[in-house]
Nanobody, 131 residues
Framework: EVQLVESGGGLVQAGGSLRLSCAAS????????IGWFRQAPGKEREGVSC????????YYADSVKGRFTISSDNAKNTVYLQMNSLKPEDTAVYYC????????????????????????WGKGTLVTVSS
């Protein structure tokens, strides 16, 4: 059974940091891209960042570029999202998702964003940034 389990969310003050983890099981990382999405109340889901497990290619949405860093530990089947200089507008439920890396990065190249139709999704972790 494929599972993606997020952890690391919580409450932090503006300007603070959090590190989210996404632990994957039931499939091997090879040829998959792991992405982070977020959804705030009343807003559309936003693709925040992703990393290709095969070659380490990364993508960041403009809204988080320079503040968030994605990394992976393929031996542990885990992807991390280091979030620094957090802002109240970063408040959202953060989800990790996985899909074929070629499809994901083709989508980024053509649409300029992560595809919403990822193959596997976690249940999310809440990040709240207070002002």
């Amino acid at each position: 059974e494929v599972q993606l389990v997020e952890s690391g969310g919580g409450l932090v003050q503006a300007g603070g940091s959090l590190r989210l983890s996404c632990a994957a099981s039931g499939f091997t990382f090879d040829h998959y891209a792991i992405g982070w999405f977020r959804q705030a109340p009343g807003k559309e889901r936003e693709g925040v960042s992703c990393i290709g497990s095969s070659d380490g290619r990364t993508y960041y949405a403009d809204s988080v570029k320079g503040r968030f860093t994605i990394s992976s530990d393929n031996a542990k089947n885990t992807v991390y999202l280091q979030m620094n200089s957090l802002k109240p507008e970063d408040t959202a439920v953060y989800y990790c998702a996985a899909s074929n890396d070629m499809i994901v990065f083709d989508s980024i190249a053509t649409m300029g964003r992560l595809p919403y139709g990822m193959d596997y999704w976690g249940k999310g972790t809440l990040v709240t940034v207070s002002s």
